[in-house]
């Protein structure tokens, strides 16, 4: 069963606007990890939030983690034509063995 | 350069036949995954191996098969039970137990059944 569920399923704006996707979990989690993948390409590791932390930068990218709501989001700011992708959050949830369960994913598209 | 690689890229199986995807990688992981994905859908696990000579089903196992002889190898057998075996699948490895750290992903084979 897929424990992590992406909100919008699609985004489309322009380039230098920000980007927010959202993420909602149905149990406890240890960690929730956000991927990027091009279309017909594998997933690339974009950052990795504890359940003890509530907000992480990397560049570009602010990821919140809120376990209260069991939700957490992805800010793209100042986007790119090249941040087009889809974007899946996963969650590593106790209840499943530490296994990492994907979501259905963002299709991101930036206009240029 | 270290990585995980898939071959081939493109599959294409006749139907009864069983077909062999294959995932090597040289990150020295101890942990491999297989996942398959569905147009426009997310990933679901199929099978994966924390150890050499040790795999566990996930939660689509039902018409695949896997071994685990070596660390840097974990090839997945798509068989002729597989009903629908038509999908994109990804492997991916990481350095442990699932969750806690990153997961590298190989590139992908594409297998269409004709």
């Known amino acids: 069963s897929q424990q992590g569920e992406e909100d919008p399923q699609a985004l489309s704006i322009q380039e230098g606007e920000n980007a927010t996707m959202n993420c909602s979990y149905k149990?406890?989690?240890?960690?929730l990890q956000w991927y990027r993948q091009n279309s017909g390409r594998g997933l690339v590791h974009l950052i990795l939030?504890?359940?003890?932390?509530r907000e992480k930068h990397s560049g570009r990218l602010r990821v919140t983690l809120d376990t209260s709501k069991k939700s957490s989001s992805l800010l793209i700011t100042a986007s790119r034509a090249a941040d087009t992708a889809s974007y899946f959050c996963?969650?590593?949830?106790?209840?499943?063995?530490?296994?990492?369960?994907f979501g259905e994913g963002t299709q991101l598209t930036v206009n240029p | 350069d270290g990585g995980i690689t898939q071959s081939p890229k493109y599959l294409f199986r006749k139907e009864g036949q069983n077909v062999t995807l294959s995932c090597e990688q040289n990150?020295?992981?101890?942990?491999m995954y297989w996942y398959r994905q569905d147009p426009g859908q997310g990933l679901r696990l199929i099978y994966y191996?924390?150890?050499?000579?040790?795999?566990q089903k996930g939660d689509i196992a039902e018409g695949y098969s896997v071994s685990r002889e070596k660390k840097e190898s974990f090839p997945l057998t798509v068989t002729s039970a597989q009903k629908n075996p038509t999908a994109f699948y990804l492997c991916?490895?990481?350095?442990?137990?699932?969750?806690?750290?990153?997961?590298?992903f190989g590139q992908g084979t594409r297998l269409t059944v004709v």
């Open positions: 191996s924390q150890i050499v000579n040790d795999f």
């Open positions: 990150l020295n992981h101890d942990a």
């Open positions: 996963a969650t590593d949830a106790r209840t499943s063995g530490s296994r990492l369960t």
């Open positions: 149990t406890s989690i240890n960690n």
């Open positions: 939030i504890r359940s003890n932390e």
């Open positions: 991916a490895s990481s350095k442990g137990q699932w969750g806690g750290t990153e997961a590298f």
